[in-house]
C-alpha cells in the first residue's frame, strides 16, 4: 500500500508544516536543517516521579553508529551512507523517521550529510530518499514550463483559466520530454 505523502521544501521542515500536513491525513517528508539537535529515545527506566523522558543521547549525523546504517555504497571515491533511525527533535511532539545521507570523499576524509525526515513512522528509508527526490523532479517541470512554454507570461486571474494555463503548459514539457526520451 502506497503511504499518502506530501514533499516539502527544507524552508518548511518545522513542526508547524508537520501538523497542517496531519491535519488532512497526510504524512510529511522534508529536510531538516544540517545542524538539527535529534535526540534517541529514551532507553532508561522511569524513576517514579514526575514525567516519563523521552530524550536520551544526542544523535551526531558525523558520528552516528553503524548499527543503523541501512545501505552504503562507494563511486567514484565517495562513500555514501544511509542510516535510518527513529529519533525526536525538541521542536517536534512526536518521533521522527530520520534518514541520514552522509557522503564522505575516501581520499580527503571529509564529510557531508543531509538530514531528510518523515512522519510516517514505518516508512523505508529508500522511499523516503525516493520520494525527497521526486520533489526536485516537479520542482525542474515547473521551471521549464514557466520558462518555455509560457507560464508566467499568462495573464489571467480566473480559477479556470489559471487551472487550463497551468494545465497545458505542464502538458507542453511532458510532451516534450517523452518525445525527446523516446528519439
Not at 41 to 47: A, F, K, L, R
Not at 56 to 78: A, F, M, W
Request: positive net charge; hydrophobic residues 40%; contains cysteine.
Amino acid at each position: 500500500m502506497c503511504a499518502k505523502v506530501l514533499s516539502f521544501d527544507g524552508e518548511l521542515g518545522n513542526n508547524f508544516a508537520l501538523q497542517m500536513v496531519r491535519q488532512v491525513n497526510l504524512h510529511l517528508i522534508c529536510k531538516l536543517r544540517y545542524n538539527s539537535q535529534l535526540y534517541l529515545p529514551w532507553q532508561g527506566e522511569y524513576s517514579g516521579r514526575g514525567r516519563k523522558r523521552i530524550y536520551g543521547e544526542r544523535l551526531l549525523p558525523q558520528k552516528i553508529s553503524n548499527e543503523y546504517r541501512v545501505h552504503e555504497t562507494c563511486e567514484d571515491g565517495v562513500l555514501t551512507e544511509y542510516f535510518q533511525i527513529e529519533a525526536r527533535h525538541k521542536k517536534f511532539p512526536d518521533a521522527l523517521n530520520v534518514v541520514i545521507i552522509r557522503k564522505t570523499s575516501v581520499s580527503s576524509g571529509k564529510t557531508a550529510h543531509v538530514i531528510l525526515f518523515s512522519s510516517d513512522l514505518a516508512l523505508g528509508w529508500d522511499k523516503v530518499v525516493d520520494y525527497y527526490r521526486l520533489r526536485f523532479q516537479i520542482e525542474f517541470n515547473f521551471r521549464d514550463a514557466k520558462q518555455y512554454w509560457g507560464l508566467e507570461d499568462f495573464m489571467v486571474v480566473k480559477e479556470a483559466k489559471v487551472r487550463n494555463s497551468a494545465c497545458f503548459s505542464m502538458f507542453m514539457v511532458t510532451t516534450v520530454r517523452r518525445k525527446s526520451v523516446g528519439s
